[in-house]
Antibody
Framework: EVQLVQSGAEVKKPGESLKISCKDS????????IGWVRQMPGKGLEWMGI????????RYSPSFQGQVTISADKSISTAYLQWSSLKASDTAIYYC???????????WGQGTLVTVSS | SYELTQPPSVSVSPGQTANITCSGD??????ASWYQQKSGQSPVLVIY???KRPSGIPERFSGSNSGNTATLTISGTQAMDEADYYC??????????FGGGTKLTVL
């Protein structure tokens, strides 16, 4: 069974850095895309970016380009989303999801709640 | 940038048919997917490649995509179908994009 397991909730201060993770189990990590999706409190889903761990091809939404970095470590089947300097407006739930070549996200992680507050 | 527009809310009586629309420029030329998100849970894929249902999704969920509009249809809507629904499109030029979401209320 495919499972994407995300790292736990984080509480950070503005200006701090953060790296959250998404570990796959049960499928070939290098044969699918892994996307990241933001959901701000009470709001909708926003596509942030995506990586193909097989060759590290990475794409970003224009809204998030330069704001976050997406990476992956094939050796441990884990994808990452990181910030170098968090803002209060980064407070949200972040989901990772497996992306198929026809564009859909067929499996989702449980979400990581990131709270940024002074 | 490419945008998808959904109605903020749709209401339906139990047992009736709910139609949720998603509009975008030449959306019919792209693949459309639909996700169900219940309160406090992760999204679940219910329709992909315009009209295909993943394993485990009830037959009452169906989809279509033509022109500028994709539609998610829930036939014989049940109380358990009350949730937020998001459309999503993809093609090589659009990359990935989500609609704003529709809250389905089963009255």
């Amino acid at each position: 069974e495919v499972q994407l397991v995300q790292s736990g909730a984080e509480v950070k201060k503005p200006g701090e850095s953060l790296k959250i993770s998404c570990k796959d189990s049960g499928y070939s990590f290098t044969s699918y895309w892994i996307g990241w999706v933001r959901q701000m409190p009470g709001k909708g889903l926003e596509w942030m970016g995506i990586i193909y761990p097989g060759d590290s091809d990475t794409r970003y939404s224009p809204s998030f380009q330069g704001q976050v970095t997406i990476s992956a470590d094939k050796s441990i089947s884990t994808a990452y989303l990181q910030w170098s300097s968090l803002k209060a407006s980064d407070t949200a739930i972040y989901y990772c999801a497996r992306g198929k070549t026809s564009g859909e996200f067929d499996y989702w992680g449980q979400g990581t709640l990131v709270t940024v507050s002074s | 940038s490419y945008e998808l527009t959904q109605p903020p809310s749709v209401s339906v009586s139990p047992g009736q048919t709910a139609n949720i629309t998603c509009s975008g420029d030449k959306l019919g030329d792209k693949y459309a997917s639909w996700y169900q998100q219940k309160s406090g849970q992760s999204p679940v894929l219910v329709i992909y490649q315009d009209s295909k249902r993943p394993s485990g999704i009830p037959e009452r969920f169906s989809g279509s995509n033509s022109g500028n509009t994709a539609t998610l249809t829930i036939s014989g809507t049940q109380a358990m179908d009350e949730a937020d629904y998001y459309c999503q499109a993809w093609d090589s030029s659009t990359s990935w994009v989500f609609g704003g979401g529709t809250k389905l209320t089963v009255l």
